[in-house]
């Protein structure tokens, strides 16, 4: 397999369509790692940013595709490093997915002419790890990442894991039961009819997709709000959103569902489609309307729709660790974790458990102090 380091700006358009046909038969779906969202996102980055795309091709078809940045320091530690972050932003590294897009077909050796080409050209510029920010572990990825890193007598360290809201299709909606009890459901549809009489009308969820309309309305609840240009939702702010939408509308993989009574909006939220599930991009709400949690009605709304296309297998929140209660409705949780990858032998090895040994003394020393 031929496997190259090519820098974003220089990536050809047979090398974009090649990594977009990857994408669309990917053995773990990640609309994060996909050309229409890193393009997107890359364009916003401060010019001193340069992002590359390691891609593993055999013949004209792509087998894997990591996008990357070589960076001087890996978080506070002073070590030059390799890391991949869902959005690229510097100010975000607990959002979206960094899980790479592999083929199924050759998987392993796919992702094992990753790693190498990864070492080879980290090596030459003095990087000691490969960090993979909000990796999806305990699927077939981590398995196949696992055994070509085993292959050459390597292995990688899981830094850290937490857990985020999602919902697993039922064989029968019991999604409600399984996370409030009857009392707390009684006072969900009070706040309900609240909602609605405040906002004129009945509340429903109405499918916004496609109506440019629609956009502008959650930006401008996000406005009222004080959050227009809040990096920790998307990392750089409402243009490369627009932009972002435009292109998975394009794609028609792009949902935008609104709970409204009477034509106005209480709470709104977009998501963006791969393979048989959706991930959460973004979610407002009317503030006049706050005390009555119009988020949590929203949630009970979008799950109630989800279950009825049988086309969806799951939901992802992408939730921060921070906003595990903002997700109550959500039953279901997945584990994301970064994994720090040795890229040298000795210091590498040594960089990598020195990182991990002063995590686990900070986080026991939080315990502590709490």
Known sequence: MDA?????????????????????????????FEPSFVLSAARRLSPGVKPAIVLVSSGSKVTACLPVLFESRWRSAPLRCVTTRPTLSAQL???????????????????????????????????????????????????????????????????????????????????????????????????????????????????????????????ALEAVRGRAADERVDGVGEEWFRELCSRFNDLGRLRVLSLEANGRPAAMACY??????????????????????????????????????????????CNLPEDSTTWSMWPDRREVSTLLVPLRRGTGDIAVRTLKALHVAKQRLRKYQR
Request: include cysteine; proline fraction near 5%; hydrophobic fraction near 40%.
């Open 4 to 32: 190259r380091v090519i820098p974003l700006a220089e990536l050809t358009a047979a090398q974009t369509a090649a990594w977009a046909e990857l994408s669309e038969h990917a053995l773990e779906p990640n609309p994060f």
């Open 93 to 219: 590294n607990r959002t979206g997915l960094g899980t790479p897009l592999v083929d199924r077909e050759c998987a392993t050796d796919a992702l094992g002419a990753l790693i190498d080409v990864v070492r080879e050209h980290g090596g030459r510029d003095g990087a000691s790890l490969l960090a993979l920010e909000v990796f999806g572990p305990g699927g077939p990825v981590e398995y196949h990442l696992t055994e070509a890193l085993a292959d050459r007598g390597m292995r990688a360290c899981r830094y850290e894991a937490w857990t985020r809201s999602m919902v697993i299709r039922r064989d029968e909606p019991t999604y409600m039961e399984e996370v409030s009890s009857p009392r707390h459901r009684r006072e969900l549809a009070r706040r309900r009819r609240r909602i609605g009489e405040e906002l004129g009308g009945e509340l429903e969820l109405v499918d916004r997709s496609g109506d440019p309309l629609a956009l502008e309305q959650l930006l």
């Open 272 to 317: 963006l489609l791969a393979a048989d599930g959706m991930f959460c991009r973004r979610i407002s709400y009317e503030p006049s309307v706050a005390r009555h949690s119009p988020g949590l009605h929203l949630d009970v709304a979008v799950i109630e729709r989800f279950h009825s296309d049988l086309a969806m297998s799951w939901m992802d929140s």
